[in-house]
Nanobody, 124 residues
Framework: DVQLQASGGGLVQAGGSLRLSCVAS????????IGWFRQAPGKEREGVSC????????AYVDSVKGRFTVSRDVNKRTVYLQMDSLKPEDTAVYYC?????????????????WGQGTQVTVSS
C-alpha cells in the first residue's frame, strides 16, 4: 500500500525553524514528485513546495521562497521541508502528497495520495 508519513511539526516562536519529514513507502520513490501542502483553519489547502524526485525540479509558493527549502534522500525514501524564519501566518497543518505526473505542481487536485498532517504552530 502507498503510505506517506509526515512528522516534525511543533510549536516554535516567530523567526524559528522546523524541519518536516515525509517518509514514503509502497511505490517506486524515484518515479514521482512529492509535494508539501498546508491548511490553516477556515482556509483552503495551499501548495507550499514540490520536488520531482527523478530530476530535482523544485517549486515553491511565493510566500515561502527564500525561507523554506525542500530536499530529498532517495536512500531513506524521505522528502524534507526545512522551514526557516517562520512567521505566525505559516501556522497550519502540513501534509505531504504524491504527484504521479511529470514535473512539479502546487495544485492539490493533481495529487493522488496524501499522508496524515503534522501541526505547525508559530507564535508571535
Amino acid at each position: 500500500d502507498v503510505q506517506l508519513q509526515a512528522s516534525g511539526g511543533g510549536l516554535v516562536q516567530a523567526g524559528g525553524s522546523l524541519r518536516l519529514s515525509c517518509v514514503a513507502s509502497g511505490f517506486n520513490f524515484d518515479d514521482y514528485s512529492i509535494g508539501w501542502f498546508r491548511q490553516a483553519p477556515g482556509k483552503e489547502r495551499e501548495g507550499v513546495s514540490c520536488i520531482s524526485v527523478s530530476d530535482d525540479r523544485i517549486a515553491y509558493v511565493d510566500s515561502v521562497k527564500g525561507r523554506f527549502t525542500v530536499s530529498r534522500d532517495v536512500n531513506k525514501r524521505t522528502v524534507y521541508l526545512q522551514m526557516d524564519s517562520l512567521k505566525p501566518e505559516d501556522t497550519a497543518v502540513y501534509y505531504c502528497a504524491i504527484f504521479r505526473g511529470v514535473g512539479v505542481t502546487l495544485v492539490a487536485k493533481d495529487y493522488a495520495y496524501w499522508g496524515q498532517g503534522t501541526q505547525v504552530t508559530v507564535s508571535s
